[in-house]
């Protein structure tokens, strides 16, 4: 995940070219733990899953592990060979992508015969284990196993019914990423009252797990840090190395933002109000820039556009 978020950053592929070999290796220690379903189980170690309260007696690691697959470690696996194979794709190694294509196909096929409840349109966290949760159906959403409305139902039963258990810290990025991509982002909005609640016991950064935690200065910090230019702001790289930029932002908990986000190739400076249910954006960019608001797609080669 990290050397296709640093590609897209940078537009620079020699990382990937870099680390093919070591990546392929990771794979393949998935690959080599696909049991009789055809599913990843017993991975051994620390099989750590997230902070969620229900998983505390075995230090955050999924209930199910315990009795065969877990459907968070399948989609996990299946999500790196996506992106994988996508960055393959971005060097020429198209027989390699093709694999991690197909191997993400065949664990997605797997999951949904064993694990996805058709009653209810959602998955569950392992063969036959009747426990739910945000993080299967996020990875669904994002790995391909679901799509379309299947997807939807899916996000939207994640974030209202109250026997799924809930993402914590570490993995609100992988559910808002899931949500963006299923078109259903404001969906966030109750997520970040635990962000806003955190002020109320003096944090000015995120704690390692809600409530009572050891550390109060945790990595996740960077979740607020990304939403806010990326998504409420809008400010998102069109091609890699930012050589185009597009602007689309979310009225999620407010009615106008502005700010500056810096780039590679300068600062993107973004303000934006609701009015009459319309969005009023003004953009000035240093490359060339699209801007999605109101349902309508504007753009200019000079970087200027005011709505």
Not at 53 to 75: F, I, S
Not at 94 to 123: F, P, Q, T
Not at 124 to 148: D, I, K, S, W
Not at 173 to 180: C, D, K
Request: hydrophobic fraction near 35%; include cysteine; aromatic fraction near 10%.
């Amino acid at each position: 995940y990290m050397l296709h978020e640093h590609y897209i950053q940078t537009g620079d592929d020699s990382l990937i070219r870099f680390y093919r070999p070591t990546m392929d290796k990771m794979l393949d220690f998935f690959d080599r733990h696909i049991g009789d379903r055809g599913l990843v189980e017993h991975l051994g170690y620390w099989e750590f899953g997230d902070w969620v309260r229900e998983w505390d007696e075995h230090q955050g690691t999924p209930d199910a592990t315990w009795h065969g697959p877990a459907t968070l470690h399948n989609l996990t696996y299946a999500l790196g060979l996506r992106t994988a194979a996508e960055l393959m794709r971005i060097i020429g190694k198209d027989a390699y992508a093709r694999e991690y294509d197909d191997r993400a196909d065949s664990i997605c096929v797997n999951v949904i015969r064993h694990c996805y409840n058709s009653e209810r349109g959602i998955l569950r966290e392992g063969p036959g284990f009747e426990q739910y949760t945000q993080h299967a159906q996020a990875l669904a959403v994002l790995c391909g196993a679901l799509t379309g409305v299947e997807a939807k139902t899916a996000m939207r039963h994640a974030m209202q019914d109250e026997d799924i258990l809930a993402c914590t810290f570490p993995w609100q990025y992988t559910l808002f990423r899931a949500l963006e991509k299923a078109g259903l982002y404001e969906l966030t909005e109750p997520v970040w009252e635990q962000y806003f609640s955190m002020l109320d016991r003096h944090l000015t950064t995120v704690p390692e797990r809600p409530g009572d935690t050891r550390s109060d200065c945790h990595a996740w910090s960077a979740l607020p840090l990304y939403e806010y230019p990326r998504m409420l702001l809008g400010v998102q790289p069109a091609k890699p190395g930012w050589e185009e930029i597009i602007v689309r932002p979310y009225a999620v908990g407010v009615e106008q933002l502005s700010g500056t986000v810096p780039t590679p190739k300068g600062d993107v400076t973004v303000s934006w109000r609701m009015e009459n249910d319309r969005m009023h954006v003004e953009v000035d960019a240093p490359v060339p820039v699209k801007v999605v608001a109101n349902g309508r797609v504007y753009e200019d080669r000079d970087g200027k556009i005011r709505i």
